[in-house]
């Protein structure tokens, strides 16, 4: 099983910043991508920013230019995100796509989400 946790949410002013972590552990060959979604009150999940094995990212359209997307060897990606603003307010998951074995299957997993508020 992998375990996904999730770190740095809170309630900030619009303009402010925050910097969300995710710890990934457990059984894990190798790691595919790593991206964090989001979900509004009333709005479907959406993807914020993703980054691959490669080192490629891709950001939604909305937050492109204020937030970051990074990872480190140690199975940890981070979502550093600038100029926040009311409608970035939403539960924050992290979810991972990997390998277990050297074999073709890969296995998603998610984060139990952190709350970020972006008010005055």
């Known amino acids: 099983q992998v375990q996904l946790v999730e770190s740095g949410g809170g309630l900030v002013q619009p303009g402010g910043s925050l910097r969300l972590s995710c710890a990934a552990s457990g059984r894990i060959f190798s790691i595919n991508h790593m991206a964090w979604y989001r979900q509004a009150p009333g709005k479907e999940r959406e993807l914020v920013a993703i980054i691959r094995s490669t080192g490629s990212t891709n950001y939604a359209d909305s937050v492109k230019g204020r937030f970051t997307i990074s990872g480190d060897n140690a199975k940890t990606v981070y979502l550093q995100m600038n100029s926040l603003e009311p409608e970035d307010t939403a539960v924050y998951y992290c979810?991972?796509?990997?390998?277990?074995?050297?074999?073709?299957?890969?296995?998603?997993?998610w984060g139990q989400g952190t709350q970020v508020t972006v008010s005055s």
């Open positions: 979810n991972c796509n990997i390998k277990r074995t050297v074999s073709i299957v890969n296995y998603e997993y």
